[in-house]
Structure formats: structure tokens, C-alpha cells
């Protein structure tokens, strides 16, 4: 064993004396959910902490350990946690009903106040962010009539076979830097992820490449304005919002955008 692996066994150990309620809910999660966790992202060694309660910028863990939520549910809880606003407002909302599958005052509201802060006039709301990006690359080859999407190496937009490519692989899966294999995760077939383009992270010149090798037949590209799966990776501030809009959406990407 080396010294990394030697510290990382040490605080992996630490950990475990502190959560020892969360070890014993993922044992009794494990034994009906797959890999103890509702999403695979939750996912961690040694174990993930289970969190009982939240406030404010705080959560606490069912063995009473506080910390800051810096993740703040994928960005969901940007007002913080139990905001009583919120909870006044969702507690209202459960004493009438809460699904119906029909539409309901509601969503006009929403979708005025979300067109007012974003400038952007018509809105679809969705379950899941997986949901969303699916609907988006289904948008993107309704709207253009072609195949090929563009998408980020080692970023995650979804679980969906058109977006499941790429994302964690073994150094020798990677393929050359200038252009990334293109490995589809498990259960999605060859075929779907032959579909997609893979860029690296930061690189206008390969995606530039890209554009030139498949004139006419990209949909569109998918992409976090920072890589977030990976922990917050920001990207370099290169080039202005519209000659990089102009770039993707054109192809033509001039020598000082790279």
C-alpha cells in the first residue's frame, strides 16, 4: 500500500467512526435499492453520509454532525434549506392537492415569472434534469432535421442512450485528445453513441475541428458552462457569449477564438 492509498484508508476510517448511523442505513438501503442510494450520483466511499434535516446554508446527518451544503441539491435549493417562504407556500399547496395530471393555475405563474427573469418567452417543465436534456436533444434534431449532437468529454447531461457517452472511462478507452473516443456507458449501444462528437473541455480548436469534418449534419451541442461532475472545473474566459454562440451554431470559428 502506498502513502496515498495509506491516508486516504486513515480518513476513509476517521469518517466511518463519525457516521455510524448513515453506515447502518446504507446496509438496510442496499439490502432493496441498487447500490443502497435512489441515484448513482449519491454514490460514495466509504459510505454516503445520509442527511436527516436541512437549514438555511446547513444539513445535518442522521448522527447529528453538521455541515455547510455547499451543493445546495445540484443548484435546486438556491434559497437555502426549509426557506420559510417555501414552506409556507408548499404547505398551502399540499392541503389542495398536489398531482393531477391536468394543468393548474400554477404553471402560468411560474412560467410568467421564469419568462420575466430569463428573457426568454416560452417555457416546459420537467421531472428530472435528465428529462429536460433529453427533450432538448430531441428539440435540436426536430428543429434541424440532423443526426450528429455535440457533447462535452467527461461531462454528464443526463442517463439518456444519446447523452450516456463518454463520461467515466478507463485511460485506455479515452482515445486521442484531439479526438475522444466515443465509449457509450453500459447498456447503451455502439450505435447511439456513434451519433454524438466528442470535444474536450475548453478546446474551441477541436471543437471547431469538428464542425468543419461534419458540415450540415449537427443538431446542436449540449454542454455545462462548468464541468460540474467532475468537481467545478471553470473554463477559460476566451471569447465573448456571442462569437462563441456564433462559432457553435455556424461552425465558423475564427483564429482568435481559439
Not at 46 to 55: D, H, L, T, Y
Not at 153 to 180: K, T
Not at 220 to 235: D, L, Q, R, S, T
Not at 237 to 254: F, K, Q
Amino acid at each position: 500500500m502506498n502513502e496515498l492509498d495509506k491516508r486516504i484508508a486513515s480518513e476513509e476510517a476517521a469518517l466511518l467512526a463519525r457516521i455510524p448511523g448513515s453506515v447502518k442505513h446504507h446496509a438496510r438501503a442496499s439490502e432493496f435499492i441498487p447500490g443502497g442510494v435512489a441515484s448513482s450520483w449519491a454514490s460514495s466511499r466509504p459510505v454516503p453520509i445520509w442527511v436527516e434535516r436541512g437549514e438555511g446554508a446547513y444539513v445535518w446527518d442522521v448522527d447529528g454532525n453538521k455541515y455547510i451544503d455547499f451543493h445546495a441539491g445540484y443548484g435546486a435549493n438556491i434559497v437555502g434549506h426549509a426557506n420559510p417562504a417555501i414552506v409556507r407556500a408548499v404547505q398551502d399547496r399540499v392541503t389542495k392537492g398536489t398531482h393531477f395530471a391536468q394543468p393548474s393555475p400554477d404553471i402560468v405563474t411560474v412560467a410568467e415569472l421564469l419568462a420575466q427573469r430569463f428573457g426568454l418567452p416560452k417555457w416546459r417543465f420537467n421531472n428530472s434534469g435528465s428529462e429536460a436534456t433529453m427533450d432538448a436533444i430531441h428539440l435540436m434534431r426536430a428543429a434541424t432535421g440532423r443526426d450528429l449532437i455535440v457533447k462535452i468529454e467527461g461531462g454528464y447531461n443526463g442517463h439518456h442512450d444519446s447523452v450516456l457517452v463518454s463520461i467515466f472511462r478507463s485511460v485506455d478507452q479515452l482515445g486521442p485528445a484531439h479526438n475522444p473516443t466515443r465509449t457509450p456507458g453500459e447498456g447503451v449501444p455502439q450505435a447511439v453513441a456513434d451519433l454524438v462528437r466528442i470535444v474536450p473541455f475548453n478546446d474551441l480548436a477541436a471543437l471547431e475541428q469538428v464542425f468543419a469534418e461534419h458540415p450540415g449534419q449537427i443538431a446542436g451541442m449540449i454542454m455545462e458552462p462548468m464541468m460540474m461532475n467532475a468537481g467545478i472545473i471553470v473554463p477559460e474566459p476566451v471569447i465573448s457569449r456571442e462569437s462563441a454562440t456564433s462559432c457553435i451554431v455556424t461552425g465558423r470559428c475564427s483564429p482568435s477564438m481559439k
